[in-house]
């Protein structure tokens, strides 16, 4: 299994600004995935942070608007950067352990005036 | 790209009720299918996967799901629901090979004791 603590785990933030979201795992994983939950809408895949290389971004999803971190094996942010009321939404990490089975922290509700 | 739908948004049912929440989903290739439930104030977590083999698979809590492939089909089943099933139900799929997870946008369930 994974713990996963996601900080902070809601947020209301001015438009233009930037949000840091923290994700920390209690053990090492290759794989970190950020996803998006909008209102009504399913989770979506922005990006996968690998430890030592750069994010692979999803279609519609760019590193100047989400740029990554991956500094470790137990470490992410995602930045929602310049942001707008569209940012509006749930962020989500996520962990593979291995078997297929995905972990998720708690999320963080963004609203953007 | 992938789609998943989950056509029914809002299921209320009564205890001991039967239950099936559809789940469809748009790639014809080798896929990787998966349940996801999100409990009240909990996190993401895994209910049941199917990557092969035997196309009805169990999962926790008796909870069951059947994989048909002629009808792009992942249906979610429980004989009899509690008061504690009460929760958001998510179908997921993943390309063979790819790490990208496609959600359905989720179907609550709501038990009544």
């Known amino acids: 299994s994974a713990v996963i603590s996601q900080k902070p785990s809601r947020d209301i933030c001015q438009r233009g600004t930037s949000l840091t979201i923290q994700c920390q795992v209690d053990?090492?994983?290759?794989?970190m995935f950020w996803y998006r939950q909008q209102p009504g809408q399913s989770l979506t895949l922005i990006a996968t942070a690998n430890q030592g290389s750069e994010a692979t971004y999803e279609s519609g999803f760019v590193i100047d608007k989400f740029p990554i971190s991956r500094p470790n094996l137990t470490f992410s942010t995602l930045t929602v950067s310049n942001m707008s009321p569209e940012d509006s939404s749930i962020y989500l990490c996520?962990?593979?352990?291995?078997?297929?089975?995905?972990?998720f922290g708690s999320g963080t509700q963004l609203s953007v005036l | 790209a992938q789609s998943v739908s989950q056509h029914n948004h809002h299921v209320i049912l009564s205890e001991a009720a039967s239950l099936e929440l559809g789940c469809n989903y748009s790639y014809g290739g080798t896929v990787n299918l998966f349940w996801y439930v999100q409990y009240p104030g909990q996190h993401l977590q895994l209910l049941l996967k199917?990557?092969?083999?035997?196309?009805l698979v169990k999962g926790i809590k008796g909870f069951e799901a059947e994989f048909i492939k002629s009808k792009f089909s992942f249906n979610l089943r429980k004989p009899s629901v509690q008061w504690s099933d009460t929760a958001e139900y998510f179908c997921a799929v993943k390309e063979g090979g790819a790490n990208n997870l496609f959600f359905g946008t989720g179907t609550r369930l709501t038990v009544i004791p």
């Open positions: 996520s962990v593979d352990k291995g078997s297929e089975k995905l972990f």
């Open positions: 199917y990557f092969s083999g035997d196309p």
């Open positions: 053990s090492q994983v290759t794989m």
